[in-house]
Nanobody, 122 residues
């Protein structure tokens, strides 16, 4: 059974850090994993992705230098380390899977998790 489960969301103050996890059950390593987010009243946007075969990564301009995506293939888990968080990072964060050996946050992803809420506020 293919399943993506996110965890690690919560409330954090501006400038703080949070680490999200995505457990990709049933997905072989030829699936790239991406993180996306959707804020209230806004369209969903790509944040970061990683190919677990090639190791390539891709980031949106808004998060590059602040967020880091990584993978632990033994645990079938992908992480999103988020530093220097801003109020505008507030959104529901989703992980998704795309059967590709090369990741790109602009492509269509086929499988989605349920999401985890991240709120950045003082």
């Amino acid at each position: 059974q293919l399943q993506l489960v996110e965890s690690g969301g919560g409330l954090v103050q501006p400038g703080g850090s949070l680490k999200l996890s995505c457990t990709a059950s049933g997905f072989t390593l030829d699936y790239a994993i991406g993180w996306f987010r959707q804020a209230p009243g806004k369209e969903r946007e790509g944040v970061a992705c990683i190919s677990r075969m090639s190791g390539n990564t891709d980031y949106s301009g808004d998060v590059k230098g602040r967020f880091t995506i990584s993978a632990d293939n033994a645990k079938n888990t992908v992480y999103l380390q988020m530093n220097s968080l801003k109020p505008e990072d507030t959104a529901v964060y989703y992980c998704a899977a795309d059967r590709s050996s090369f990741c790109n946050i602009a492509t269509m992803y086929d499988y989605w998790g349920q999401g985890t809420q991240v709120t950045v506020s003082s």
